[in-house]
């Protein structure tokens, strides 16, 4: 779709910020999920993160089907075959990177350093590309979101608490973030030009397939491989369905209209709703800095609305 005049393009622009927004929302509830999943059976992250990426490529697959994208999707892999599997790879890398830095690191370092990391490179990457400076504003966004962002996760739930290896967590950390923002930037230029369904198909099925091999590992290895009761097989459908595939269609359709770096920025509402999630629901403390950062990311990400002009 192709927006020409100054209102339509502000009004697609917040748009799709809400839409990148309401993703990262879903986002903040797949920690619960996992959570709970852990505790009910056991599960470990990189299985519930396989088994969380092939239900929704499943789903994915019998939706295109239904709206007859089959086609569009086996023409986005034979055109663009090498961004689309890196986007794929990209997607499932991040989260099995991301996890295993929580176990080592913590989960504040881990959440700090990766989701903190991606809106810089982001914005580094569309500058350099551009050859332009960042405006005042936009500096003074990304930094009340930084700040917001360390204020909610080293203060909400989890508090500081480290893992057996902080400086191999935090490598790979780093190697979430960097992977988070090279996804965000990568699938910005294919969600331009590619239907929503049809690129979330396609790139959800790439990273079941290179997630799949966890769940024969935790298989072979005597691990638990799936839930063993109906709640457990709801949360991993839930996890499937809304946090995977329904949370990036949300950031693909998203992205036609909202640059990758407003994007990694508007998606820092996970750590927001996850607090939000853990004080309700599991009574966690929420202790003043963190409401403070919460507040800091809405500014931030209310900041990023295009002005309308006439």
Known sequence: MVVTSGPDRARAGGLGLLQVSAAGVLWGTGGLAVTLLHERDGLGAMTVSAWRMLLAAVALAGFAALTRRTATARELLRRRPGRTIAVGCGTAAYQGLYFVSVLLAGVSVATVVSLGLAPILAAVHEHVRAGTRPALRQVAVLLAALIGLVLISVTAGHGTGGGDSPYLGLALAVAAGITYAATTVLGHSLARRT?????????????????????????????????????????????????????????????????????????????????????????ERLPWPAVVGGVLILAAVAALRPARRG
Do not use: K
């Open 195 to 283: 239907d929503p369904v049809t690129l979330t198909t396609c790139t959800t099925t790439v990273g079941a397939v290179a997630l799949a091999p966890f769940l024969v590992i935790a298989a072979v290895a005597g691990q638990p491989a799936a839930g063993t009761s109906l709640p457990s097989l709801a949360l991993l459908a839930y996890l499937g369905l809304a946090t995977m595939a329904l949370a990036y269609g949300l950031l693909y359709a998203g992205l036609r209209t909202t640059s990758g770096s407003a994007a990694t920025i508007a998606t820092l509402l996970e750590p927001v709703a996850a607090a939000l999630l853990a004080a309700t629901l599991l009574h």
